[in-house]
């Protein structure tokens, strides 16, 4: 130990090390590539996995959307394909029979899926934009941010059948003037006036949402666009520690007891479980980071067995040298020491030159996709203790490695080492 | 300083057995120079390597200034070999990438001794082969003669009790020969015991006694009138 620290035992070290530079360089980079690989794998799997959560940040992560189709079986006196319509009354019924759920938000929409939108009239400017009826719930399931001095759609709007409306920004943009403050103005949708009560801020990931949708009350849809007690489709959400691919089952169940449908009838009702498409990519994550930990490592230790191979080498090439000094009175651990801490030196060396590169490909892909939103790619950062670890990692195998060349160099008997060729 | 009683050495060799060194007796006494002569296989360079501790003897006993000298655990035989003995090889066997004075340093540097005080010291020794100006140059940029010096100087600097020099004049040209030997009395002079192995008649005549062997066994001992080597 007490060599580590002496001044004799790093110049005899950089002495040979600086003798056989090129052996030295090639060295090294078995090892900066090995740890070069593993760095830049663990950050862009990070990378991928943040870009993920982000993606899915806009959304609840155990919520579900469930619509009607047709039927496809015949039941309790229907015939099949019927279609069939889902309505306000389901949601009481839901919530009562699946106590997993947490919050249901009943929606109805013009302007997707194939029907025409709403113009909307602001001044001389005009446009054609989605217009969804929503209940307050939807804020809950769907984390939609309303910019600072506006608000979402409250019960009172509801109650009251208020004509009130949060648009996006791509609405703003085109309809309002630079710099003019939309809330409290109005405008028209459909020829009926509406107060702009928030603006919403889009994100991607949301499913088919849209920078330019409108949001005004279902209640107020209802009247506007005559669709009764009917619902284009439900959102809904789980409490967290509820299995989602459960509770969509058991929504599918009750919805189909209320409607007369067939229970084995797995077509007239669609789903899209958001929370499963979640968990599935998280685990996809998960097994990302795994295997990048898996390969890098294996090319650490390539990399390092490479090292050891090296000095082995060397060693061979140096026994008359090691004979020599054996001869001049070196002892065995003196001997030893040297190999093993040029094994552990030129490892760590390597390793941080690798750490270094990777840190900065990382750095440099970053900056390449930050411009693309649609990309998940956020943030790749390697954990410290994933570096420490490799770097600890690289120091036990690095002396490992380096003891078998050392006690073949021990093993040398100076009088063979001598012996005249 | 050296006495070897009844000294016997075999290696094996495949199935065989070679038995080089069959019952030597041998008193070395302190300030002596002393010439081993013997043909290839006389054991001559096995009878060295034993006295220098680089190699182990089977039977007999071996005893350097009062220490008896046995089988040893390696760590022990590097101590011994850096405080009783000074090697000179045929061939030189500097280590190539150190310079000179870095050479001379080198068993110093085994004992621990301090950076500034083994810098001196080494520099004094290598004034004394004459080879002060030349301390920063490499091996390879010497010639045979100063790398015998060089060599010779790092046997000396760890102030042995015995210079063991195994042909030391086998690679240089006669003229060479005569200034390295010319520096090998000078040691001796100062009252260095030194074993110098040879098969070169002129070389030998310069100690002051002879020992020749032959097939394992000594055939001639004798003390004789030094030549001068210059």
Known sequence: MKALFQNDTWQEIFGSIQKNRIRTIITMIGVLW????????????????????????????????????????????????RQIRLTTN???V????????????????????????????KGSK???????GDYPEYIKIAVTKVYDGGRFINQADMDQKRRVAVIGERTLQELFEEDENPIGQYININNVTFKVIGVHQFRQGGGFGDDGDIYIPFATYKDLFNTGKYVGFFMMSAFQDADVVEVEKEVKLVLKD???????????LGAFNLGEVFKKTIKFADGLTFLSLIVGIATILAGIIGIGNVLLISVKERTKEIGIRRALGARPSQVRTQILIESVFLTIIAGIIGIIIGTLVLFSINMATQDLSDFPYTNPTVPIEFIFGALSLMIVLGTLIGLIPAQIAVNVKPIEALREE | MIKIKNLHKSYNIGKNSLHVLKGLDIEIKEGELVAIMGSSGSGKSTLLNIIGMLDNHDKGSYELDGVIIKKMNETKAAEYR??????????????NYKNALDNVILPLYYQGISRKVREKKALKYLSDVGLKNW????????????????????????????????????????????????L?????????????????????????????????????DKKIKQKKAL
């Open chain 1, 126 to 132: 005009t446009g054609t934009y989605a217009i969804y």
């Open chain 1, 94 to 121: 839901i919530k009562k029979k699946v106590p997993s759920i947490e919050y249901v938000a009943p929606r109805n929409v013009a302007g997707v899926f194939g029907s025409s939108g709403g113009n909307v009239v």
């Open chain 2, 184 to 220: 090998i009395q000078k040691i001796n002079k100062a009252g260095k015991t030194i074993l110098v192995v040879t098969h070169e008649h002129d070389i030998s005549q310069m100690c002051s006694r002879i020992v020749k062997l032959k097939d394992g066994v000594i055939v001639e």
């Open chain 2, 135 to 182: 301390s920063h140059h490499l091996p390879n940029e010497l010639s045979g003669g100063q790398k015998q010096r060089v060599a010779i100087a790092r046997a000396m600097v760890s102030e042995p009790k015995v210079l063991l020099a195994d042909e030391p004049t086998g690679a240089l040209d006669s003229n060479t020969s005569k200034e390295v030997m010319d």
């Open chain 1, 34 to 81: 090995g740890i070069f690989i593993y760095i830049t794998l663990a950050g862009t799997s990070k990378g991928l996995d943040n870009g993920f959560e982000k993606a899915f940040s806009s959304i609840s992560s155990n919520s579900l959307f469930i619509w009607a189709q047709q039927t496809s079986l015949p039941y309790a006196g229907y015939k099949a394909r």
């Open chain 1, 258 to 268: 209320i409607h007369n449908i067939a229970p084995e009838d797995d077509q007239a």
């Open chain 2, 82 to 95: 850096n405080k009783f003995l000074g090697f000179v090889f045929q061939s030189f066997n500097l280590i």
């Open chain 1, 90 to 92: 389901d949601v009481d």
